[in-house]
């Protein structure tokens, strides 16, 4: 019995004095590989890794970083461990005075639900990357778009060596549905006679967001006929839409011609 507390006792003793380490700060030399261009198969840089114990155990070890990313946003923590980053070699060697930004947009390929459509067009809210490279390739990418105000990741290739890694592009897709309103056209180019059209209004047909449906009122749409495009021998005139909420789709009058007299 006494010596089993014996036991008992030196493990909680060790336990204890294992978690007093584990609490205390260290630091130690770690060596990762630098990728990228212009540093041809590569170069190493050293870095001071410093936190408690209990951190480093469970610090997930760089092994590779891009030269990129090394001369413009090196990383100074990870967690709870803080790096200090042994920059002479690349400074040696003149890496970062090669860096130039680029503003790069990659081709989308959008995949929309059924019956969606964008609000607007996508917005870009990053475009620009840091690069040893004169000329990025020419790039595809394919998203799926979802209902709703939405930010999309491109994440670039790896082996590119840029950064920022990831593009960012907005975009607000919304289901549609279809909506008619009637307005009545406004004449322009008939100074010294009135216009009579026939019929008088005309119909506007359009597809609309169904989250804006209620937003849009019969006057957002003018619609006006330009008489200083008719011929002479015309009959008919044809209307246009000059002003419309700018998240409508698909836009058309009917009818789309109207015939008009002139009453001098």
């Avoid at 041809?40 to 990313?69: M, P």
């Avoid at 003149?94 to 989308?108: D, H, I, M």
């Avoid at 394919?142 to 907005?170: K, M, S």
């Avoid at 004449?187 to 449906?213: A, D």
């Amino acid at each position: 019995m006494r010596l089993f507390l014996y036991v008992i006792a030196g493990t909680a003793a060790i336990l204890l004095w294992f978690l007093i380490k584990l609490d205390k700060l260290y630091t130690l030399n770690h060596t990762v590989f630098v990728r990228g261009s212009p540093l041809g198969d590569g170069a190493f840089v050293g870095v001071e890794v410093t936190g408690k114990g209990y951190n480093l155990l469970r610090w997930r070890h760089l092994d590779t970083i891009s030269a990129v990313q090394l001369c413009v946003a090196p990383p100074t923590t990870v967690g709870e461990v803080k790096l200090h980053w042994n920059m002479e070699n690349l400074s040696r060697l003149g890496v970062c005075g090669k860096l130039q930004v680029r503003r790069y947009r990659p081709s989308l390929r959008w995949i929309l639900p059924s019956g969606a459509d964008f609000v607007v067009p996508p917005t870009w809210i990053a475009d620009s990357v840091w690069t040893f490279i004169d000329s990025l390739p020419r790039w595809d990418y394919q998203l799926a778009a979802e209902v709703g105000r939405r930010t999309y990741p491109i994440p670039l290739p790896r082996h590119w060596g840029v950064y920022p890694e990831t593009l960012w592009v907005e975009a607000n897709v919304a289901r549609f549905i279809y909506a008619i309103t009637e307005v009545t056209p406004q004449p322009e180019g008939t100074k010294g006679y009135t216009l009579i059209l026939n019929p008088s209004r005309v119909q506007v047909r359009f597809w609309v967001p169904q989250s804006m449906v209620d937003r849009w009122k019969p006057s957002d749409f003018y619609v006006v006929v330009d008489m200083q495009k008719v011929l002479p021998k015309d009959s008919v005139v044809y209307p246009e839409v000059r002003r419309r909420p700018p998240y409508v789709r698909q836009v058309e009058i009917f009818p789309p011609a109207l015939k008009f007299t002139r009453l001098y």
